[in-house]
């Protein structure tokens, strides 16, 4: 299977902004119900943003409203997701995959890092 390619971490201040990007060689983003994850160090990997397929409705975990947006360019079949007023415990590995995520899919993922 093609992995999900992810890109657009690096360190970042604490308040500072980053913006994530997703892409797949295969799979079309707008017919799958998409979603961000991360795992931090010791840490189960968590599911943060989810967009639906079509309507592109959107849901976040509690400690990420109001600072992140999801969301997906459908002619480029990217999809994004941008941190604002990001903080240290923000810092973990971001993954993009299908949600519910499909094992075999999971790429490399980006680091963020947040820290003064």
């Known amino acids: 299977q093609v992995q999900f390619v992810e890109s657009g971490g690096g360190l970042v201040q604490p308040g500072g902004s980053l913006r994530l990007s997703c892409t797949h060689s295969e799979i079309i983003f707008s017919v799958y119900a998409m979603g961000w994850y991360r795992q931090a160090p010791g840490k189960q990997r968590e599911l943060v943003a989810s967009?639906?397929?079509?309507?592109?409705?959107?849901d976040y975990t509690d400690s990420v409203k109001g600072r992140f947006t999801i969301s997906r360019d459908n002619a480029n079949n990217t999809m994004y997701l941008q941190m604002s007023s990001l903080k240290p415990e923000d810092t973990a590995v971001y993954f993009c995959n299908v949600h519910p995520s499909w094992n075999n899919y999971w790429g490399q993922g980006t680091q963020v890092t947040v820290s003064s």
């Open positions: 967009i639906t397929a079509y309507f592109a409705n959107t």
